[in-house]
């Protein structure tokens, strides 16, 4: 499968530009300049971005010149440190991931698609120049499947428009259920050679966010192990998020327990879909809620990441500071060493 290179072993700066607080405060001392370097000494090639787009454009759609100065300061300290970096549009004008932001109407409202092709080109703009150490990945976490035909038009007209001022620049593109690895089959084909798919991977949800306050079905007090069965997989699922969520292990002998395997049999569609179309593969976001116990992490991370380096399938973890997931948390003072060597895949 053709590779990624330069987008290998990443970490996201989530809740820096994007799900914050929108002010100034918030901008200059939630991420500083040691936190690139940081990055680099931990061994790690490159940084995810995450951006609202209120960073850049107010309500009356005007420009704001004074928020570009974070992306000019993020991609100068990655220069510097010899860090690649991926501008990522988390929330666009009228969609959002999270429903508790209630943006909506992006997909129906060709006003609010000119809005989005609009910002893409103001990054092109200013950044299209620097496309041997700066991706764009259009938009964040397509959540319905019924977007699905909507979102492959509306990402050919943005890669089309991009093309005509950033011709090579790199630019992923997600799919439906949240970028979720199943739906990379229908994603629209590539337009050219510098088009990465993307996923997000944090299966078995019910590990990985066991206890997530921001799932209302999910149990606060519930907590699993990673090396249990899939019969308890399926059966803790369906108590904490729902019935559907139970499927996807009926593939799997139930008394066995999940190891690379789990994530090899996940990925392998997405995978034949890459080679048959010669597009490179990327997990941009991955991890484990700070519930869990460093220990069960480092057995998923592990897991996790021989699969991605049997593929040869860049990733970036979720996420570098707090955000129910940070890396650089004290939590991890015991084990970050070993985590990062397992996302730098050194087993």
Known sequence: MKQWKGYEHG???GGW???CEHTVSHYDNFIREEDFAKVKDWGLDHIRIPVDYDLIMDEGDIFRENGFRYLDFAIGECRKNGLNMILDLHRTIGFSFDPAVKENGFFENEQLQELFYRIWEAFAERYGEYDDCVAFELLNEVTDQAYCDAWNRISQTCVSRIRKIA???TILIGGYWNNSVEAVRDIAPPQDEHIVYNFHCYEPLLFT???AYWISSMDRDFRCPFKQTYAEYAKGSVANLGAAFSASFDRFDPSAVP???YFETLFADAIAVADERDVPLYCGEYG?????APEETLLW???FHKAMKNHGIGSAAWSFRKMDFGIDDPMYDGTRDRLLALIRHEF
Not at 288 to 292: K, Q
């Open 11 to 13: 970490i996201n700066f």
């Open 17 to 19: 530009l994007s799900q």
């Open 167 to 169: 011709p090579t620049v």
């Open 209 to 211: 966010h066991q206890g």
């Open 259 to 261: 190891d690379e395997s």
């Open 288 to 292: 484990v809620i700070n519930l869990v």
């Open 301 to 303: 991370y592990e897991a």
